[in-house]
């Protein structure tokens, strides 16, 4: 696709349910970031992906969440045991990883934890 | 530790009327900065970049290291600018810090 394109749209869960929510980057761009937007607090940085480097996790909140790159592509975050406060937009990110490149950002992920 | 300070959540102005939207960040002696706009339904993207000193959309953006701020202007608002807007620093090479944002109503 032309953009970078995030799957679910919105997603409501129970407390205690995991979710996955998907990524799929631009083609090409070997920089993949996920980011949490809440209201009023900016965007947050989750994780960083690099091609096949090692990925930053350094803004992972707790071990609850996890991601993946497969391939150099594709990414998955994961939480699992989803409490009320991982209720947000979760928005992917990729950049043709030339720094400083423009970040090209998805639609997100409108996470709902009742 | 680094920080971008976006004072105002929301901004509120006539049609018509000058827009400031203010940014303010951690000391760093060459620092990179963003704008970043998000309209209503759409994905959020990119505005500016003060390296690139150019204007998009009327609006425009001034380092000022003495005072450390970039803050976003444009010297006539237009209903098509109502959304929410970010400014972001750079912090390492592929590392952004990000402002809370602030949420821009133009009135008719």
């Known amino acids: 696709g032309a953009g970078v394109s995030q799957s679910p749209s919105n997603k409501v869960t129970e407390k205690g349910k995991d979710v996955e929510l998907r990524c799929d980057p631009i083609s090409g761009h070997t920089a993949l970031y996920w980011y949490r937007q809440s209201l009023g607090q900016g965007l947050e940085f989750l994780i960083y992906?690099?091609?096949?480097?090692?990925?930053?996790k350094s803004g992972l909140p707790s071990d609850r969440f996890s991601a993946e790159r497969t391939g150099g592509s594709v990414s998955t975050l994961t939480i699992q045991r989803t409490q009320q406060e991982d209720s947000a937009v979760y928005l992917c990110?990729?950049?043709?990883?030339?720094?400083?490149?423009?970040?090209?950002f998805g639609e997100g992920s409108r996470l709902t934890v009742l | 530790a680094q920080r971008v300070t976006q004072p105002e959540k929301l901004l509120s102005v006539f049609k018509g009327a000058p827009v400031e939207l203010k940014c303010n960040y951690s000391?760093?002696?060459?620092?990179?900065l963003f704008w970043y706009v998000q309209y209503s339904r759409q994905r959020l993207q990119l505005l500016l970049r003060h390296i690139s000193r150019e204007s998009i959309k009327g609006f425009t953006a001034d380092l000022n290291k003495g005072e450390t701020s970039f803050h976003l202007k444009k010297p006539f608002a237009q209903e098509e600018d109502s959304a929410m807007y970010y400014c972001a620093q750079r912090y390492s090479n592929y590392q952004l810090i990000w402002g809370a944002g602030t949420k821009l109503i133009i009135k008719p």
């Open positions: 000391y760093s002696g060459s620092p990179e």
């Open positions: 992906f690099q091609g096949n480097s090692a990925p930053d």
């Open positions: 990110a990729s950049n043709p990883g030339i720094p400083p490149g423009e970040l090209f």
